[in-house]
């Protein structure tokens, strides 16, 4: 099912990418709630494999189970459901990164984050149990022009489990139902792409209903979204998926990086979504940039646009949380120049967790992209124009746009020249704090404000010299 089970108006999720349960706990508590974040993606929560050859204790290490004990560097269960108690008691949702396409790469005898052992070349791994008949055949994923290749081999040689097996469906289904009960609200499905529909049908009808001692309405099923990648021209499409529940958009990600970084006008962005070849909105999981991309691992090449570019990343999620297609997800990363390195972490290996400064930015090697201004107060706007679509599109015809949701909200993008006029902003009369430029604290605007008068019309500037080329007000930021 499509709905994210999100609370009230909320509806943006962020990525706390490799954070520790206590940190999101933390973070849920001090800062997601106010700022109307509706939920956190986590790392994977089952125990990983530990890998220490090449770069020591990638990020990636995570993406190779060796059981479904809930042990890795972000905490064990009991941190787990701690969390997930104490985010949903503040209203924001836990959605959790699911790897069980495979387990670990074929690497002999390897080592877990929770003490237990797998023996990846004979691909038997005690703690789960899993046993060599449990696993399609060695053969590795070589042509994605063929789509029993793409889904019965090994994803660049990780031990690709047969989710035909009743066996293997009921340990899978094992694991989930018990995310399910300690609280989480639906999953993001790791390397969708790389199962059959018709067995991932089965493993999601197994699902039980969420937990209803978390505040989820009795009957609510979890949300899924899963992981195709599908720029076109593949054997395996999105379209197989669709059915299934929501299904990454990663056209989205790589178009939207395309357009900010100034390759295309944004002009053209006023049939943006299925105008641009997009899936149907309503099964649309979309992002500027994900775990992968960010880094060059996923889709998308060089157009993705990431904190590295700062200036044109906020334009692009600013313009993803103003429009009304599909359901988004903000990255929140750590720092990295090596696209191999995990998370910050002591000389033992430990996960080093985020400072806040007096200014509400992260210090020990978080980005913290979530707590960036323009983002937080796009998540707000998000929040307050909900159920209206788009309207009063305006643009000089180059690279200068502006739309109206509903009477709710008004947003103006600048990636060259100077806006100075007076524009239909569809919003009533009043003055209004615009929220990337500043913050409405205490019934004052400490950036620009915009007057509206009765007929609609404010005077809008904005110049592409600008700390940020977007101008955004809306009726819950009314002084
Ligand atoms: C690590 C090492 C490997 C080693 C392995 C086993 O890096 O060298 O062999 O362990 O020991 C992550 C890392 C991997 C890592 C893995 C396990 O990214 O490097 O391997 O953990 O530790 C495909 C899948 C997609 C997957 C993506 C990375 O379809 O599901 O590869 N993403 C998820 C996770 C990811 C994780 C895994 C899956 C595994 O998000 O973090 O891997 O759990 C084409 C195909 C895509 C394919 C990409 C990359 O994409 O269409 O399906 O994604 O290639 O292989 C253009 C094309 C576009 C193409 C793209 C990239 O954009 O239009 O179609 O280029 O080539």
Redesign the pocket.
């Known amino acids: 099912q499509y709905d994210t089970n999100m609370w009230g108006d909320r509806n943006t999720m962020v990525h706390l990418f490799e954070w520790k349960w206590n940190d999101i706990a933390d973070e849920c508590e001090r800062f997601l709630q106010y700022k109307g974040y509706g939920g956190v993606q986590v790392s994977p929560v089952n125990e990983n494999a530990i890998?220490t050859s090449g770069t020591y204790r990638?990020w990636?290490?995570r993406?190779?189970p060796i059981s479904y004990n809930l042990v890795t560097r972000s905490g064990n269960e009991q941190e787990f459901s701690n969390m997930v108690r104490r985010c949903n008691n503040v209203g924001v949702r836990i959605y959790v990164d699911v790897?069980f396409?495979?387990m670990?790469?074929?690497?002999g005898t390897v080592y877990g984050t929770g003490g237990s052992i797998g023996y990846s070349d004979s691909k038997y791994y005690p703690a789960v149990p899993y046993g060599s008949n449990d696993f399609n055949s060695d053969c590795g994923i070589t042509n994605?022009n063929d789509a029993i290749n793409v889904r019965n081999c090994e994803?660049?040689?990780?031990r690709d489990l047969n989710q035909g097996s009743t066996y293997v469906r009921t340990t899978i289904l094992a694991f989930l139902n018990k995310l399910i009960n300690l609280g989480v609200a639906g999953f993001r499905v790791?390397?969708a792409?790389?199962m059959w529909p018709g067995d991932l049908e089965v493993i999601y009808a197994g699902l039980n209903n969420l937990n209803t001692d978390h505040g989820f309405a009795s009957g609510a099923r979890p949300y899924i979204f899963q992981?195709v990648?599908?720029?076109g021209?593949?054997a395996v499409s999105f379209n197989e998926y669709t059915h299934l529940g929501a299904v990454t958009e990663f056209k989205y990600s790589?178009e939207i990086g395309r357009v900010f970084h100034g390759y295309d006008q944004l002009t053209w962005l006023s049939n943006w979504g299925e105008g641009w070849g997009f899936m149907a909105s309503e099964y649309a999981f979309i992002f500027v940039d994900?775990?992968?991309n960010q880094r060059g691992?996923?889709?998308?090449?060089s157009n993705i646009l990431t904190y590295k570019n700062a200036k044109q990343y906020k334009m692009a999620i600013a313009f993803m949380l103003a429009h009304p297609y599909g359901s988004t997800r903000v990255m929140s990363s750590f720092y990295f120049d090596d696209t191999?390195a995990g998370p910050p972490a002591d000389s033992n290996g430990n996960i080093i967790s985020p400072g806040i400064n007096a200014d509400e930015t992260c210090s020990n090697g978080w980005v913290c992209e979530h707590r960036w201004r323009q983002i937080y107060n796009m998540v707000g706007f998000k929040n307050a124009v909900k159920g209206t679509s788009l309207n009063d599109w305006w643009s000089n015809g180059a690279q200068q746009i502006a739309f109206c949701r509903g009477g709710s909200g008004f947003v103006a993008f600048s990636n060259g020249g100077t806006i100075a006029q007076n524009m239909q902003t569809c919003l009533p009369a009043g003055t209004y704090c615009d929220v990337i430029s500043g913050n409405l604290i205490n019934g004052a605007c400490t950036g620009k404000t915009v007057t509206v008068g009765d007929n609609g019309y404010g005077y809008i500037s904005l110049s592409d010299s600008e700390d940020d080329g977007v101008l955004a007000v809306h009726i819950n930021a009314r002084l």
Not at 104 to 107: A, D, I, P, Q
């Open positions: 890998v990638p990636w290490e993406y190779q790897v396409n495979h670990t790469g074929n690497s994605y994803l660049v040689g990780l790791d390397a792409k790389h992981e990648i599908d720029l021209g593949e790589a994900n775990h992968d691992h996923g889709a998308g090449g191999e």
